[in-house]
């Protein structure tokens, strides 16, 4: 039994999570690997305030959107991985992967990044540097081409067209 069994899959709803699923199931495929696709909402303070006669709270709202993405994505894994589980958490995302990754018994965890130097970086921190420097576990980092979060189906249609070669 190898080590990479289990790879934990932290998606970010933006672009490149159809980039980073690509690689992953990459990676899956030559491992024999089962796949978790996490998906970490961290709605900001008072967000789940909200009029449940009036419909829901904007944090129900959020699951929703989270819930049909993570649908979304599990489906496109599906037909090549042996096993692809959806896993929906919320809170502060760093903690929140590294704590999945240990309950899940993932041996890898496979992530995108923006890649944000200088300013941008020191204002808005790194979730990937972060997982990198606290995991227990190899963490492989699929760097995001510039304009990819604006464009999720062209990022898709790219990473596909490359897998298939």
Not at 58 to 64: E, P, S, W
Not at 66 to 75: D, P, V, W
Not at 79 to 103: I, M, N
């Amino acid at each position: 039994m190898h080590p990479y069994q289990t790879l934990l899959v932290p998606l970010d709803p933006c672009g490149c999570a159809e980039l980073v699923l690509v690689r992953a199931i990459e990676l899956a495929e030559a491992l024999g690997a089962r796949l978790v696709l996490l998906i970490v909402v961290n709605p900001p303070a008072g967000v789940h305030l909200g009029d449940p006669a009036r419909g829901g709270t904007v944090r129900d709202g959020l699951r929703a959107e989270a819930e049909s993405r993570l649908a979304e994505l599990t489906a496109l894994a599906r037909p090549k991985v042996r096993q692809v589980d959806g896993v929906l958490r919320f809170g502060e995302v760093v903690p929140t992967v590294l704590a999945e990754a240990e309950a899940q018994g993932a041996g890898m965890i496979v992530m995108g990044t923006h890649g944000r130097t200088g300013l941008r970086r020191v204002l808005l921190g790194s979730v990937a540097e972060s997982v990198i420097r606290q995991a227990t576990v190899p963490v492989v980092v699929v760097h995001a081409p510039e304009g990819t979060a604006d464009a999720p189906s062209r990022a898709w249609t790219q990473a596909s067209a490359e897998a298939d070669g």
